[in-house]
């Protein structure tokens, strides 16, 4: 036996002196801070085990002493949400929202709870922007079809249109070509007529549109076709158009009548969040001023 270092030739690596079948293996030692830190590593690995659940045990798995679960750190930051807001909710309760709109805080603390449970609640309809789509009002204008005021966007929230509510806006478009109410020639030369009211040319038949609208339309449209916010009828002239103001379309609201339904949210949400929801469709873009007050937001004076 002895203890001299073969080197291989081909190499100039020192061999570990075994050999198989004329092979031999070199002596190629992993770099002194590649062990170091795997060392490190395993006793890391052994504190983690002790200080954090780990090992799967019958029944779940191992503690550890700190504990430590995702769902222990939800819960203590839901806590922790919980105590910021009560924070305003006892002063938020009991404030009017005149009061809101007039206190900074309160009132960013209004548009943060709002947006949230607008995108919970609204968004699905309304869009994540409140942009609206065909059937669904855009929130961002101030074309509003039963008002726009603090007051009347509280009601509509909480009580909803054509809902189940007893105190829901309610009011019907007539099927004026589905009930017979009106013949097809009729109904041409109307919506012909509508269409002019928002800047359209006016066409043959004209008068003849003008003279059904004044007999089938403006009970609730009004004779100039601006509509009327008690029967949540559509302003005319405007050419903001709910389901479409192309010919076709329009044919198809007079045929067929219109009437979307909105939920009543009072029966879902509570007095506080319906509150949020008013004061942040409100600051939209669309608000108005409640009679003799100014609509002006505290964050836009």
Known sequence: ???????????????????????????????RWWVWVFIVCCVWAVCYWVVFPSWPIPGGATKGIEG??????????QQQITARQEAYMAEFKNASLQDIMKNQKLYEFAIAGGGSAFRQNCAVCHGTGAEGGPGFPNLNDDDWLWGGTLADIQQTITHGIRSNDPDARVSQMPAFGKDGLLQKEEIEAVVGYVMTLSGGPHEADYAKGKDVFEANCTACHGPDGKGMRDMGSANLTDKIWLYGGDRQTIYQTVYNGRGGVMPAWGERLDPETIKELTIYVHQLGGGEADAGQAADAPAAQ
């Open 1 to 31: 036996m002895h203890n001299k270092k073969e080197i291989d030739h081909a190499t100039g690596v020192e061999t570990t002196g075994h050999e198989w079948d004329g092979l031999k293996e070199l002596n190629n030692p992993l770099p």
């Open 68 to 77: 430590y679960t995702q769902a222990k750190e939800l819960a203590e930051s």
